[in-house]
């Protein structure tokens, strides 16, 4: 193991969410240190997947995070819930899978957001049709 890397796979000194517990308190603090934190730091691996399961009503802000693992997304990408649908597809590590997939989100009044319509469907069928080689049907 690189002797610059922790057991979790970040660099020494990176502060990592060690727990789902541990990422709910960060993000409903009243601190900004903190709760900015919940949106920053990366967590160590099998968190996510516990906050999803353990506290559903904060996916949202597991794809809001701005380190969270593609594998994490992919499971994201189909939620129920249109806001974290919309967070999903505002991550530009997404793979042209996962872009067709919300491209394809027909579930108009509850799935995307009105304003997400024009804003995110259409450029995310503009990047699957250039990867894909496909036509636009916008």
């Given at each position: 193991?690189?002797?610059n ?18 990422f709910?308190?960060l ?7 903190e ?5 920053s ?19 949202f802000?597991?794809?809001?995070n ?22 999903v ?34 450029p ?15």
């Open positions: 193991m690189d002797e890397i922790n057991a979790f796979g970040f660099p020494w000194g990176r502060r990592v969410i060690e727990s789902a517990d541990e709910i308190r993000r409903f603090s009243d601190t900004p240190e709760y900015n934190r919940a949106s730091d990366p967590a160590a691996p099998g968190v996510w997947q516990e906050v999803i399961e353990q506290y559903p009503e904060a996916r802000w597991v794809a809001h701005k380190t969270v693992p593609l594998d994490i997304l992919a499971r994201l990408v189909t939620d129920p819930d249109p806001r974290v649908r919309y967070a597809a505002t991550k530009r590590m997404l793979t042209s899978e996962l872009l067709s997939r919300l491209a394809a989100d027909t579930d108009e009044p509850s799935g995307w957001p009105s304003h997400a319509t024009s804003e995110l469907r259409e995310c069928l503009r990047n699957c049709n250039q990867i894909h080689g496909a036509k636009s049907e916008t």
